[in-house]
Nanobody
Framework: QVQLVESGGGLVQAGDSLRLSCAAS????????MGWFRQAPGKEREFVAA????????NYADSVKGRFTISRDNAKNTVYLQMNSMKPEDTAIYYC???????????????????WGQGTQVTGSS
């Protein structure tokens, strides 16, 4: 069982930067690929970024490529999402998620993730 708690959300203006954190419980955090998803009002939850257990593989949605960076610190059981050059359309609730153990390539599909956090709100303005 893995418990995930996101933090770092807030109100940002266009062009601002923000870093989200996701703290995970459990001693086997390094076994899990991790992902960030987001859900805007009235829309389905969508993939943002994912990272393999050791950080060797990273995947990004086209909409955030070049602006967002996912990283992890296995010693701190934490995964991060650095968001730069933010846009109003980045407004959403951002969710952290973990896959089943021992998945080498971080998936981009919502259904491949087993554990989810409660989300943190990011609101962007122009």
């Amino acid at each position: 069982q893995v418990q995930l708690v996101e933090s770092g959300g807030g109100l940002v203006q266009a062009g601002d930067s923000l870093r989200l954190s996701c703290a995970a419980s459990g001693r086997t955090f390094s076994s899990y690929a991790m992902g960030w998803f987001r859900q805007a009002p009235g829309k389905e939850r969508e993939f943002v970024a994912a990272i393999s257990w050791n950080g060797g593989y990273r995947n990004y949605a086209d909409s955030v490529k070049g602006r967002f960076t996912i990283s992890r610190d296995n010693a701190k059981n934490t995964v991060y999402l650095q968001m730069n050059s933010m846009k109003p359309e980045d407004t959403a609730i951002y969710y952290c998620a973990a896959t089943r153990p021992s998945i080498s390539i971080p998936p981009m599909t919502l259904g491949d993730y087993v554990y989810w956090g409660q989300g943190t709100q990011v609101t962007g303005s122009s």
